[in-house]
């Protein structure tokens, strides 16, 4: 019978497009999968190896992605880096601004401003730490250790999207300042330079409490990061200048970290040297990586293998 058979199979084997009917009443064009008996080729992917520099920056992108991913989604963390710094400046306005305007001659907001800045940008270092004690806990720091993933992805794309929300909080607390008087007066390189204080201040404090929370537990690690932080922000330049402490305290104050990167941060805005405590502020940030960086390192890489 014609349209059976070996040789009919065959010629179907060999042919062309053909037409099926549609839903809709028209034809398609299918392609043959068949040719000469064989299926097409796959194409070929050329394999990457997950140590190479390119691997390294696309799966440090995925993990900073998911980190703000899960911080957009917190509202404590949305609480912790926007509405807290806000709230605390606008509380001391109300509270002390007109005392230190009258006290040191200078509005106060070149001082609490610069100053509410890195205290939002250390608690949220705490709020990530934190965040990354809980990944090492429920498993999911091991199981992505286990993965085909660039080892060094993971602290990077964390530091990663801390350098981000450092840069939204500090963007956030200068817009409330604004509104309370606060100006950028030197231009717009000086403005960049300044909110660049922040950024470069929130990682190195990363830094440092991830250092900390690989050796510590939740609970510990918030009690000694949170002395630290009540007594950067009490004893530092933000609130009067650095001569009406007593004499013994003077030079410890204007030269501890927060003290120094609030007078480059006023001098950049407002006025004020700038050299000189910009300088300072490098050598305390730059150390405080290069003496963290490697224990940070080496303690997540003990926490990944161990998580889970």
């Known amino acids: ?33 068949a040719t ?18 390119s691997a390294w920056v696309r799966h440090s ?12 989604r917190d509202p404590a963390t ?14 001391l306005r109300v ?19 610069p100053m509410i800045t890195l205290v939002a940008a250390m608690s949220g270092a705490v709020v990530s730490a934190l965040g990354f004690k809980n990944e090492q806990y429920t498993g999911l720091l091991g199981r992505l250790w286990t993965m085909p993933v660039h080892r060094a ?19 956030f607390v200068i817009v409330v300042g604004v509104c309370i008087g606060f100006r950028f007066w030197n231009g717009p390189l000086a403005a960049l330079a300044m909110i660049a204080i922040p950024v470069l201040f929130g990682v190195a404090f990363a830094v ?3 250092a900390l929370a690989t050796v510590s537990g939740g609970v510990m690690l918030v009690n000694i990061v949170a002395i630290f932080n009540t007594l950067l922000m009490f004893f530092n330049s933000g609130f009067v ?24 941060m006023r001098g950049l805005s407002w006025d004020g040297a700038v050299t000189a405590p910009l300088l300072k502020t490098l050598a305390w940030t730059i150390g405080a990586i290069v003496v963290f960086a490697y224990p940070a390192i080496r303690g997540y890489r003990r926490a990944a293998e161990s998580s889970g």
Not at 81 to 91: K, Q, R
Not at 95 to 113: F, N, Q
Not at 257 to 263: C, E, L, V, Y
Request: with cysteine; glycine share 8%.
């Open 1 to 33: 019978m014609s349209g059976s058979g070996p040789k009919a199979a065959a010629e179907r084997n060999h042919a062309g497009p053909a037409l099926m009917p549609h839903g809709n009443g028209m034809s398609v064009v299918v392609e043959s999968v």
């Open 36 to 53: 000469s008996g064989r299926q097409a080729p796959l194409p070929v992917v050329p394999p990457q190896s997950e140590r190479a520099l």
């Open 61 to 72: 992108l995925i993990q900073c992605k998911r980190l703000l991913l899960v911080w957009a």
């Open 78 to 91: 949305t609480i912790q880096t926007l509405i807290y710094p806000a709230l605390t400046l606008l509380m």
């Open 95 to 113: 509270v002390l601004g007109d005392s230190i305007t009258r006290a040191t001659g200078m509005p106060s907001e070149y001082g609490t401003v």
């Open 153 to 171: 992805a993971g602290l990077s794309g964390r530091l990663l999207a801390e350098a981000i929300r450092v840069l939204v909080t500090t963007l």
């Open 208 to 210: 440092l409490v991830t």
């Open 241 to 264: 200048p650095t001569t009406v402490y007593p004499t013994w305290l003077q030079s410890t104050v204007a030269n501890q970290p927060m003290s120094t990167a609030i007078d480059a």
